[in-house]
């Protein structure tokens, strides 16, 4: 199939077009990966319970990890901990995927006209899915063990947005950038290692010394990461201030995200 793609210079009305492709891809995206195993896509339900299994074991019984609740029940630290993971990996499934979108998808480039801005975004959907997967896990345990949530945590799609326009944008650099330079990938998944320990997942910001807590200003996600717990676990409205910042500061990195990615994807064919 071709599909007569001019370029567009605004994400809104290139994602607005192909929202039936991006659908359908997105789909072929999710059942794709679990395609020939005995559980299929049981195995998004799985493995973030085994994930959080070993987790807890690990920072909770062999570390003494504890939380700043006065708490020391492993459960709730258990779903501390899970809230936190939910956005990084939704997070680092889609950057360190990117630099190798377009190298997978070479087809696309050489034999269609085909809208390749829209592989990120696909990206982005399936991990979409399995971060709600993950977040319906998150919801079984908590009230098996604690009841209802609160109310506050309605709020979390609301939360996650900034975090889906910073995705968006840093995975259109990335995916542009690793059509050029093949270490990319390697700098990503680097990085990335270095994010999961960086941010607040496995300890509060409480625990750093007050020193090193203002260099978490410059981790994009802390703060998202901070506000999920705060609206899932604890009752908290966001920090609607910061919130503020946070959506006008993803957006302008979604917008230029893009523009870089519409203006470098003239040369995917001569270097592919």
Not at 41 to 67: D, E, G, H, N, Q
Request: charged share 10%; hydrophobic share 55%.
């Amino acid at each position: 199939m071709i599909y007569n793609h001019p370029i567009m210079w605004t994400p809104c009305d290139s994602l607005w077009k192909n929202r039936g492709l991006i659908k359908a891809l997105v789909g072929r995206e999710v059942i794709g990966r679990y395609r020939g195993s005995m559980m299929g896509v049981l195995w998004s339900f799985f493995l973030p319970v085994m994930m959080l299994a070993v987790y807890t074991f690990v920072f909770s019984v062999i570390f003494k990890a504890r939380w700043d609740t006065g708490s020391d029940s492993k459960t709730e630290f258990a779903l501390i901990l899970f809230a936190g993971l939910l956005v990084f990996n939704f997070f680092s499934e889609c950057v360190n995927r990117a630099p190798g979108l377009i190298l997978a998808n070479t087809s696309y480039v050489k034999k269609v006209v085909f809208p390749l801005e829209i592989l990120p975004v696909v990206t982005l959907g399936a991990a979409l899915f399995h971060c709600g997967v993950g977040l319906s896990v998150w919801f079984l345990f908590y009230m098996i063990f604690f009841g209802v949530p609160p109310l506050t945590a309605l709020l979390f799609p609301v939360v996650l947005l900034p975090l889906l326009f910073l995705t968006a944008g840093v995975s259109w650099l990335l995916a542009s950038l690793g059509v050029f330079l093949r270490d990319v990938a390697q700098v990503v998944g680097v990085v990335t290692t270095m994010l999961l320990f960086l941010s607040p997942i496995f300890y509060p910001i409480s625990a750093l010394p007050e020193e090193f807590r203002t260099v978490l200003v410059f981790n994009p996600l802390a703060h998202i990461i901070e506000q999920t717990r705060g609206v899932l676990i604890f009752g908290r409205m966001p920090n609607w201030n910061l919130y503020g910042v946070s959506l006008i500061g993803s957006l302008v990195v979604a917008w230029l995200g893009y523009l870089w990615f519409q203006k470098t994807r003239k040369g995917f064919a001569d270097v592919l």
